[in-house]
């Protein structure tokens, strides 16, 4: 929606429009991949935070941890043996490494993309405020962001951040405005 109205979008929300395709893909193989009657055969985890799932999503999981997302088969290998020391994997548990990989990997691009998703959202909002400033040049522009931020109660690091911006582009005309900022 930002893109089609002409808006500034951040480097990580022009990756994601850019890739949708790819991610998309991924989760049409998963579904392939990970049919419902094969997911269920899959060892389920008893107890833990991942109770319920199956134990090879949660080996996923923890090698992507491990890996900060960067899995390749020089560290795969060594992984799953190291894993199979302790708690040996069945045939279809091993057959669905790469899915649970993908899978895990999909799910930490979503929890990336609701930030991304967030910080457009607190620079958008801000760009609302710091435009009624810049365009009205209100006598006391303190007192109107007091009073909105009053309603937020405390503003985000990326929206000060993102005011300091605007307000240090429009040069001295705004410098009660800086002075409020850092206080």
């Not at 435009?131 to 006391?140: F, K, S, V, Y």
């Not at 931020?149 to 800086?178: I, Y």
Request: charge should be negative; hydrophobic fraction near 40%; proline fraction near 6%.
């Amino acid at each position: 929606e930002s893109v089609r109205l002409g808006e500034e979008i951040s480097p990580g929300s022009e990756w994601l429009l850019d890739n949708f395709y790819i991610v998309h893909e991924q989760l049409h193989e998963i579904n392939e991949d990970l049919p419902p009657g094969f997911y269920h055969q899959l060892p389920k985890l008893i107890a833990g935070p991942l109770a319920g799932y199956p134990r090879v999503y949660a080996l996923a999981l923890e090698l992507i941890a491990h890996a900060d997302s960067a899995v390749d088969t020089t560290m795969l290998v060594p992984f799953i043996a190291a894993y199979q020391e302790v708690a040996p994997l069945t045939i279809g548990e091993l057959w669905a490494v790469p899915t649970a990989l993908r899978l895990g990997l999909i799910e930490n691009l979503r929890r990336l993309a609701d930030r991304v998703f967030e910080a457009h959202q607190h620079r958008t909002c801000i760009d609302r405020w710091t435009n009624e400033i810049i365009d009205n040049r209100p006598a006391d522009s303190q007192a109107l962001l007091t009073d909105r931020t009053s309603k937020q109660k405390n503003l985000h690091p990326s929206q000060v951040a993102r005011m300091m911006q605007r307000f240090r582009d429009q040069g001295h005309d705004l410098t009660e405005c800086w002075h409020w900022l850092e206080n």
